[in-house]
C-alpha cells in the first residue's frame, strides 16, 4: 500500500474523516478553532490511539500532511460549507473509502509489529473506528460506533477476509484490496438496505428500576 | 498470584466486569456488537490504561481469553438476560472480587517496575477503576466512580494495606491475599451500611452564577 | 527553565489547575475523593498525554509533588470554600500562569526529543489544555476548550513566539519568558476585550434534518 495512489487514498481518508468531524461540531455551537480540532482528533485519533498500544511513534508526528489537510478540511467547510454538507452521498463513500484504507493500514502495522491476526484485526478496527469515538465523546454524544452497528463491524469483516486472502496466499496487495474493498461493501449495503443488528434491550427488574448500575 | 486459582479468578472479575459494562449498555439501546465493545472496555480499559504508562505491552494483546470471556459474557447475557440481571447479589461479589484482584494485579506489576509505593497504589486504582471510568463515559454519564467514592477507595485501601503488610516482612502471597480481601471487604462493608464521603456542595457567589468555570 | 523560581510557577500552575477542577466537580455533586481525582487529572492529564505521545516517563510517577499539592488544593477547597471561590480573577491569573508555563515545559520536552518545530507547538498545546477536556469530558460537559477558543489557541500562538524567538537566536531562558508571557497575555486580553473565534454555525439541508451524522 505505498505510492502515490495509496497516498492519494489516505488523504482521501483524511479529508473525509476530518469533514464528518468538522460538520457535526458544527450542530454543536462550537468555534472554527474548535472545529479544526474536532475534524482533528477524528481524523488521527484511531491511529493515535493504535500507535500508542503498539508503542511505536504516532504516525501524524512524521508528517504534516494531517495537520495540513484537515486545515484544508475546515477551510472548505466554510467556503463552501452550503454545497459540501449537501453532497452526503460523496462524503459518506470517501469516508467508508478512509474507512477501508485506514483498517488496512492498522491491520499492516500490526502484522509488522508480529502481533497474532485477532490482535491485528482489533487494531484494524481501533485504527478506522476510534477517531469517530472520540469525536462523539468530546461532543458529548453516545458514541455513533454503539448505535450504528456496521461500523466497526465492518472492519472486523474487512480484517477477516485479509487473513482469509493470507490463508489462502494471495499476493499482499490483492490482500488489502479485497479486503478494504468489503469494508467499503458492507459499510455501502448496510447503509442501503438499512440492516442492523439488534438493540439489547434492557429488562425490568422486580425491584422496580432497571438496572444495579454496579 | 499464579496458577489455576488466579487464573480462574482472573477470569471471574473479567467476566463480571465485562457483564457490568453490558447491562449498563443494554439501557442505552446499543446493539450487540457496541454491548460486546462496552464490556470489552469496561473488562480491559483499566489495565490497558496501566500498561501504557508502564510503557509496556497491553495484557490482552498477549492472550486471548479477554476477549473470549467477554464473548461469554455477551453470549450469557443474551440466553439468560432475565436471570442474570437478577442475580445481583452475586454479581456485586463477582465485581468486587475482579476489583480486588484487578487491583493487586496492578500494584505487582508497577512493583516490578521499580515505582514507588505511592505510584504503585495509583496504578492499582487504575487498573480496577479506570474499565468503569471508560464505560461510563462511553454511555455519556458522570463516571459511577466520582458519585460512588467507596469504590476507588477501596483499590486504595487495599493498596495501603499491600505496603503494610510488605513493611512488616508478610510473605508475598499473604500480603496479596489480605490486601484483595481489604478492596472487597471495604466494597462490601461500604455498600451494605450505605457508607459514602461527603459531597462537595458548590457555593453561591455574589455575582449570581455559581461558578466560574475557568 | 530550572530553579526554585520554576519550581514554584509549577507548583502554582499545578495548583490552580487543581483547583479549576475542584470548583467544576462542586457543580456535579461529586463526593471529596472524587473532587481529588478531577483535581488531579486536570493538574496531570495535560502532561501525561505528552508523555506518552513521547513514550516517556510520565512526569508525576517521578515526583509526589503534583499528587500533594493537589491534595492541598482539595484542603484549601474545603477550609476556604467560600474565599476561594470568590477571588476569580486570582485564580483566573494563577491559571493562566499555569497554562503559559505548562506549555512551555511541553515544548521544552518535545524540543529535546528532538521533533520537529510544529509538533512541539502541538505538545506545547496538549499539555496546557488536555487536562481540563479530561477535566470537562469526566464531568459530562461539552469542553471548554472547543468552546472558548482563546484557550488552546493561546497556547498555539506561545509557542509560534517561541520558534520566532529561537530563529533570531535569543537565548533560552529570555525566549521561555517572552513565549509563557504571549501565552498569559492572550488569555488575559482576550477575556478583558471578549474576544472570541466566530462560531461556524450548521446549515439547514433540504431533507430537514441539518446533518447526517455519519
Redesign the interface.
Known amino acids: 500500500m505505498e505510492g502515490i495512489f495509496t497516498t492519494t487514498l489516505d488523504l482521501i481518508g483524511t479529508f473525509a474523516f476530518a469533514i464528518?468531524g468538522?460538520?457535526?461540531?458544527?450542530?454543536?455551537?462550537?468555534?472554527?478553532?474548535?472545529?479544526y480540532?474536532?475534524g482533528l482528533v477524528t481524523a488521527i485519533g484511531g491511529g493515535?490511539a493504535r500507535d500508542?498500544?503498539l508503542?511505536v511513534?504516532?504516525f501524524w508526528?512524521l508528517d504534516?500532511k494531517y495537520?495540513l489537510t484537515t486545515g484544508v478540511a475546515l477551510l472548505a467547510?466554510?467556503l463552501f460549507?452550503?454545497k459540501l454538507?449537501?453532497w452526503?452521498n460523496t462524503?459518506?463513500l470517501f469516508?467508508a473509502v478512509g474507512l477501508g484504507l485506514f483498517t488496512i493500514v492498522g491491520i499492516n502495522k500490526s502484522v509488522e509489529a508480529g502481533?497474532?491476526f485477532?490482535?491485528c484485526i482489533?487494531m484494524g478496527t481501533i485504527t478506522g473506528a476510534i477517531g469517530g469515538?472520540i469525536r462523539d465523546?468530546?461532543?458529548?454524544?453516545?458514541?455513533?460506533?454503539?448505535?450504528k452497528?456496521i461500523y466497526?463491524?465492518a472492519c472486523v469483516a474487512g480484517g477477516t477476509v485479509y487473513f482469509a486472502c493470507i490463508h489462502f496466499n494471495l499476493s499482499t496487495s490483492l490482500t488489502e484490496l479485497i479486503a478494504a474493498s468489503i469494508v467499503i461493501l458492507v459499510r455501502v449495503i448496510a447503509?442501503k438496505f438499512h440492516i442492523?443488528?439488534?438493540?439489547?434491550?434492557?429488562?425490568k427488574?422486580?425491584s422496580g428500576d432497571?438496572?444495579?448500575?454496579?
Open positions: 464528518s468538522i460538520r457535526l461540531a458544527s450542530v454543536k455551537q462550537v468555534d472554527w478553532f474548535g472545529a480540532i474536532i493515535t500508542l498500544l508503542d511513534t504516532p508526528m504534516s495537520f467547510t466554510l460549507k452550503e454538507f449537501k452526503r462524503l459518506f469516508d502481533l497474532p485477532w490482535v482489533a469515538v465523546v468530546l461532543l458529548n454524544e453516545v458514541p455513533l460506533l454503539l448505535r452497528d466497526a463491524l447503509l442492523h443488528l439488534p438493540v439489547l434491550h434492557s429488562i427488574t422486580n432497571q438496572v444495579n448500575k454496579t
